[in-house]
C-alpha cells in the first residue's frame, strides 16, 4: 500500500477523465492512502474533482482530510471542504466538530470544541 501513492493517483485520475460511475468506495481507500501517506494537498485536490463532478464524498473521507487539515493549521481548505459537503445537505454534527491538539484539552477533559459550519 505505501509506496504507491503515484500508482493510486494515476488510476484517480484515468477513472476522473473517463466519467467513472461511482467514486465513493474508489474514493475512500484513495484518501486513507493520500491520508496515512500525509498528502493533503493531493488529498484536497482529489475531495474537489470527486465534488466537482456532482458525487458526494463519504463523511467518513470528509471527516479525516478535515483532521489532518485543522492540525495542519489549513483552515482556508478546511473551510474550502466543508462548503462543498454542504451542497450536498445538512452535515452531520461530528462533521462540525473542530479536533483541538491534546495539549489544548479543556479543564474538564473535553478535546473538542463546536464550530458553526456555514
Keep these: ?17 473517463n466519467g467513472f460511475g461511482s467514486f465513493t468506495l474508489v474514493s475512500d ?3 486513507d492512502l493520500l ?11 482529489c475531495f474537489h474533482q470527486i465534488t466537482d ?8 473521507s470528509f471527516r479525516r482530510i478535515k483532521i489532518l487539515m485543522q492540525l495542519a ?5 478546511i473551510a474550502g471542504l466543508t462548503e462543498k459537503m454542504a451542497r450536498f445537505g445538512r452535515l452531520l454534527p461530528e462533521d462540525c ?7 489544548e484539552t479543556t479543564p474538564d477533559g473535553d478535546d473538542t470544541e463546536i464550530i458553526i459550519a456555514t
Design 29 to 31: 481507500v484513495l484518501f
Design 73 to 77: 493549521n489549513r483552515e482556508e481548505s
Design 1 to 17: 500500500r505505501h509506496g504507491k501513492v503515484a500508482e493510486a493517483l494515476e488510476l484517480w485520475g484515468d477513472m476522473v477523465e
Design 97 to 103: 466538530q473542530r479536533v483541538r491538539p491534546p495539549a
Design 53 to 60: 463532478l456532482g458525487q458526494k464524498p463519504s463523511s467518513i
Design 35 to 45: 491520508c496515512d501517506e500525509g498528502k493533503l494537498e493531493e488529498a484536497e485536490r
